[in-house]
């Protein structure tokens, strides 16, 4: 594993920083798998150095930053001569605030966020044999099933990271209840702006676009509340999700049915026989997106319509 460090620290504060990191991965190496963490990249500019970084090994270029939320910290992975190669690129803040007595438990915290999806995606790879999320679901029959079956793997990835990660968080972590809350009704507010808009002038397949980032940043920040809820054996009641989805029932079949997937999924996580695992989480996706009046379905030339309604 090599620590590249491009902030500009000096060469006592960089060999300090190495130590700190090195350390850190071995105490969790007893639990998570990481054999094949490559690289910890802390960059000058996390953004610029990101992007950099995926083009130059062929992946998908972005992360998140859409207003609600700014990504500190991202797993990417790629393979090389047939090995899964994982690599982590984390803010010099975040790595800052590691060596810091006030700030170093949510940092470490973050960092060790990261290292669950390490060892998730390790474990995914010596299961189903692929890095990239589009190999998976290349044979999913129809463009619609493929990009549900992706939205699947996000929030199964992030629940497991969490729930992993579970155990370094500080005791005074929000564990993203206010985030979730906040999220449901903005969420249908963005998904009806974005649909206003698209009568205008958007296009359909951006429109598509949009509703998948909102439903997807609602979703992922669930599964984070789950992650570290299920890890204390809590979560909402049946009383709970029920006066939720009076008030906001476009959730109905969406926020019910997810946690109970995801427990099935953490059960048997290690022994799942094949990628269909993920079938009901890609459905509540379909179901998400029909809720707030989006209708994805393949024609038979190959491509896609997108009906919309505005009653929601």
Same mark, same amino acid.
Request: contains cysteine; proline residues 3%.
């Given at each position: 594993?090599e620590i !590249? /460090?491009?902030y ?14 090195t @350390? ?6 007893p639990?998570l798998?990481?054999?094949?963490l ?8 996390f953004?610029v150095?990101?992007?950099?970084? !995926?083009?130059k090994?062929?992946?998908?270029t972005?992360y ?7 990504? $500190? ?12 190669v994982?690599n /982590?690129?984390i ?10 007595e ?5 940092a470490?915290h973050?960092f ?5 999806? $390490? ?8 299961l189903?044999?692929v890095a990239?999320?589009?190999?998976? +679901? ?6 619609v099933r493929q990009?549900?079956?992706i939205?699947a793997?996000l929030i ?9 990660s ?8 929000h564990?993203?209840v206010?985030?979730?809350l906040?999220?449901?009704?903005e969420t ?6 974005a649909?206003?808009?698209? !009568?205008?002038h ?5 429109l ?6 909102? /439903?997807s +940043? ?5 599964a984070y ?5 299920h890890?204390?054996?809590e979560?909402?009641?049946?009383? !709970?999700? @029920?006066e ?7 959730l @109905?079949?969406?926020?019910d049915?997810?946690p109970?997937?995801?427990?099935k999924?953490?059960?048997n996580y ?6 269909? $695992? ?6 509540t ?6 809720n707030?009046g ?6 038979p030339d ?6 919309v309604t505005?009653?929601?």
């Amino acid at each position: 594993m090599e620590i !590249q /460090i491009n902030y500009p620290w000096t060469d006592e504060e960089k060999a300090t920083i190495r130590e700190g990191i090195t @350390k850190l991965v071995d105490s969790v190496r007893p639990v998570l798998q990481l054999d094949s963490l490559k690289l910890i990249l802390v960059p000058h500019d996390f953004g610029v150095e990101l992007i950099d970084f !995926q083009k130059k090994n062929g992946l998908r270029t972005g992360y998140t930053d859409n207003g609600l939320a700014l990504a $500190v910290a991202k797993m990417l992975t790629y393979v090389e001569n047939e090995i899964l190669v994982c690599n /982590i690129v984390i803010h010099p803040g975040i790595v800052l605030s590691m060596f810091n007595e006030e700030t170093s438990s949510d940092a470490v915290h973050i960092f060790h966020h990261e290292l669950c999806h $390490v060892h998730d995606d390790i474990l995914k790879f010596d299961l189903f044999h692929v890095a990239e999320i589009e190999d998976l +679901y290349a044979g999913e029959n129809g463009t619609v099933r493929q990009v549900s079956y992706i939205h699947a793997d996000l929030i199964w990835s992030e629940y497991i990271a969490t729930r992993l990660s579970s155990t370094s968080k500080p005791s005074d972590h929000h564990m993203y209840v206010e985030s979730f809350l906040e999220a449901i009704p903005e969420t249908l507010d963005r998904c009806k702006k974005a649909k206003e808009e698209y !009568q205008g002038h958007l296009d359909v397949g951006e429109l598509f676009r949009e509703i998948q980032g909102h /439903i997807s +940043y609602l979703l992922k920040t669930y599964a984070y509340f789950l992650g570290y809820f299920h890890s204390i054996n809590e979560s909402f009641s049946e009383e !709970q999700y @029920k006066e939720i989805l009076e008030s906001v029932p476009y959730l @109905k079949g969406v926020i019910d049915v997810i946690p109970l997937e995801l427990q099935k999924l953490y059960t048997n996580y290690g022994s799942w026989d094949d990628h269909m $695992v993920f079938e009901k989480l890609a459905n509540t996706v379909l179901t998400s997106w029909e809720n707030v009046g989006i209708h994805p379905s393949d024609l038979p030339d190959g491509r896609l319509y997108i009906g919309v309604t505005y009653d929601v």
